[in-house]
């Protein structure tokens, strides 16, 4: 079926370790985004891709990094992990710029100790 | 800048009561509104939308309109079932040409038989 996986679901990691989200979809969307949602302030755009190898930082991006080599992936990772990036994640899609809503996948889970 | 200021939750209702989610914004152009739902363990899903000044949007018994003078768009529900139990977000698209949404923070329902 045609969707949004992300992987894993559930992640506890340490302080300082190095952690790779992954997300696919199977639309060929154009436009992919990773959010993180937090108590108190909804959902923020942390990078967004146009296409692939076009990457582009949202509002929170330090301590973030992104790579889109393949349209259908759009890996997200945390260089050195930090307690203040413990989060959900939400990996979405869109197949135009002017194309909203976007299609979200159901999350990972992330704690860091 | 851009923002979404949603009422502060959590709301517990009895079902078949009536329901309402205020929501306002701020925003120097012209930007869609949307509201998202989300189910425990799930992503977000597009509820309905409103491009324009005075479209209502509506969807599973849900309804809002774009209310340029009051800059709300505030969602109603007439009669609530134990199944619409979610948190509910609002968000703005600007016409800016940046693909981005902005989330309020989100109101958690809850239905009670």
């Known amino acids: 079926d045609a969707g949004i996986t992300q992987s894993p679901r559930y992640k506890i990691t340490e302080t300082g370790r190095q952690v790779t989200l992954m997300c696919h979809q199977t639309w060929s969307h154009s436009y992919m985004f990773w959010y993180r949602q937090d108590l108190g302030h909804g959902l923020r755009l942390i990078y967004y891709?146009?296409?692939?190898?076009?990457?582009d930082k949202g509002e929170v991006p330090d301590g973030y990094v992104v790579s889109r080599s393949k349209t259908e992936n759009f890996p997200l990772t945390l260089e050195s992990a930090t307690r203040s990036q413990t989060s959900v994640y939400f990996c979405?899609?869109?197949?135009?710029?002017?194309?909203?809503?976007?299609?979200f996948g159901d999350g990972t889970r992330l704690s860091i100790l | 800048g851009d923002s979404v200021t949603q009422m502060e939750g959590p709301v517990t209702l009895s079902e078949e009561a009536f329901l309402t989610i205020n929501c306002t914004y701020t925003a120097t152009g012209y930007p869609s509104l949307f509201w998202y739902v989300q189910y425990p363990g799930e992503g977000l899903q597009l509820l309905l939308k409103?491009?324009?000044?005075?479209d209502k949007g509506s969807n599973k018994g849900f309804e809002a309109t774009y209310r340029k003078e009051t800059t709300s768009f505030h969602l109603e529900k007439g009669s609530v079932q134990v199944s619409d139990s979610a948190v509910y977000f609002c968000a703005l698209s600007d016409s800016g040409g940046a693909n981005n949404l902005f989330f309020g923070t989100g109101t958690r329902l809850t239905v009670i038989p």
């Open positions: 891709s146009a296409a692939a190898d076009i990457t």
């Open positions: 409103a491009t324009k000044a005075d």
């Open positions: 979405a899609s869109s197949d135009t710029m002017r194309s909203r809503p976007q299609h």
